[in-house]
């Protein structure tokens, strides 16, 4: 056995170990299944390419190397359709159809001259492939296909975050090394004098993507849904225990006042009739903050994603109930300073939950007490609602009508406690998914907000001082004003 087919044999070993692997962890998931697809082209591709390596006659070597490459045709379509999963790239339904039938066109011409016309000897092979006139093609395809689902994977990669970020950057640079290496393949194929020494990087690439699918768990999404699903029971414990004080309350002077009145033997009419009025305010007070919470909980488990004209006032007021309890039991003071007629560009079910996060993760820096202010005001025009985030101005055009100018102007919302503050070599990693100082947290608090404010198509950004407080100021779209 030459060091071509050993070097073939480790690589489709490990890459269809790897594939396997990945069919049954998880069988639903389409990204694993995408992932084992394209390691499986790979690895059928090695053991046929070992086997070719190892035969000693022209029709032997001919037919295997026929073989090997009927696999090798779909490594790059199988690689596409992993990056555009990797990347959630939405495509038309007829694009995979399409892609499929060029690659059944390549199989159905791999046991013809026009594919593969012959083997002849090459310097230090005794039968190595002459290329047809439709593998000139495929050669072409083959490359751009891979320069193509790479594009897909940099822009992902640019416009990614800490988590999904690092995910992308692994993929890229672990296969890089296989792909270099198997490409040295094609070198004899057109005369260039390359052997393919580098052809066991295929198998070193895909065991390096093996360690972080194992270690780092580059795959694992639902790791993530399920520690988001943590905090949020972790929020709608801190509710439970709002509806708990909250409708105790009334309940308790119901109680006392019905007391009151079977004790009293000589009330007259006039105190029946008080006491009674009393008692229905308390009882109507108790049902409210009821259908309150159940409202809220319906719109926290509404699946839809609707960006429309808010009343930043309305919202932030209708936030207060559910966290007043927690407010009281800290002696903190909430502090709403929103103009009048403040609107933002946002989905309400997005803004509640940002700012009831907010709001009670600052109580949970002061547990000795403390003060919490939130101011709002209209941005300068010039700040665009660009992918940058507000980060550039822009000059306002005088040809933009009023709806589009309201949609540029951002409104600016500062959230700011005067607790101990966060240390200057944590707050740059504040917004990073599992990262948390607290014994009892998930990380995941302050990373679901920024995500709920970036899907808004805002901005959130954190100052601190340490002994003096923190601040976090967010920046929405305004909401589009009325035409006269």
């Known amino acids: 056995m030459n060091y071509y087919a050993f070097t073939s044999l480790f690589n489709g070993a490990v890459v269809l170990a790897i594939s396997f692997y990945l069919f049954f962890r998880q069988r639903q998931n389409d990204l694993y299944q995408s992932c084992a697809i394209f390691a499986m082209c790979i690895g059928l591709w090695c053991i046929f390419y070992a086997v070719w390596q190892m035969q000693h006659s022209y029709h032997e070597a001919l037919t295997y190397i026929r073989l090997a490459m009927i696999p090798c045709y779909a490594i790059p379509f199988a690689f596409l359709w992993f990056a555009l999963k990797l990347t959630n790239t939405s495509y038309h339904s007829w694009q995979p159809a399409a892609l499929l039938a060029i690659l059944l066109f390549f199989m159905f011409f791999s046991f013809n001259p026009l594919m593969i016309r012959s083997v002849e000897p090459v310097t230090g092979f005794n039968f190595w492939p002459r290329p047809g006139v439709l593998m000139n093609l495929y050669v072409s395809l083959f490359f751009l296909i891979i320069l193509l689902g790479y594009w897909f994977l940099w822009q992902a990669y640019r416009n990614a975050r800490d988590t999904r970020r690092w995910q992308i950057r692994w993929v ?74 909250e409708v105790r309350n009334p309940l308790f002077v119901i109680k006392g006042l019905a007391e009151t009145l079977l004790e009293r033997d000589d009330a007259d009419r006039a105190k029946v009739k008080d ?210």
């Open 172 to 245: 890229m640079l672990s296969l890089l090394p296989g792909w270099l290496g198997g490409a040295t393949n094609w070198c004899l194929w057109y005369g260039i004098p390359v052997p393919p020494v580098a052809h066991i990087f295929v198998g070193v690439g895909f065991l390096l993507l093996f360690y972080a699918i194992v270690r780092g768990r580059l795959f694992d999404v639902d790791v993530l849904a399920d520690l988001v699903q943590e905090a949020k029971l972790s929020a709608l414990g801190i509710m439970a225990t709002s509806i708990n004080h």
């Open 275 to 484: 006491i009674a009025q009393r008692t229905l305010a308390q009882a109507d007070r108790a049902l409210e903050i009821i259908k309150n919470f159940s409202e809220y909980a319906k719109r926290q488990s509404s699946k839809t994603f609707d960006k429309a004209p808010l009343d930043l006032r309305e919202i932030l007021e209708g936030i207060v109930p559910f966290v007043r309890s927690e407010l009281a039991l800290d002696k903190i003071t909430l502090i709403l300073t929103i103009p009048t007629g403040t609107t933002i560009q946002a989905d309400r079910h997005s803004v509640e939950e940002i700012f009831l996060n907010l709001i009670v993760n600052a109580c949970q820096a002061m547990p000795g007490g403390g003060e919490i202010k939130i101011t709002a005001k209209t941005g300068d025009p010039g700040l665009g609602t660009s992918p940058s985030f507000f980060s550039k101005p822009r000059a306002t055009s005088p040809c933009l009508s009023g709806r589009q100018a309201d949609e540029r102007v951002p409104v600016i919302v500062t959230i700011q406690d005067n607790g101990p503050g966060i240390p200057a070599e944590q707050l740059t990693h504040i917004f990073e998914p599992f990262y948390t100082t607290k014994s009892s947290g998930t990380g995941l608090g302050l990373y679901v907000v920024r995500q709920l404010i970036e899907k808004n198509r805002g901005r959130i950004e954190a100052q601190s001082t340490q002994g003096v407080g923190a601040t976090f100021t967010i920046y929405f779209s305004r909401g589009a004003t009325k035409q006269l």
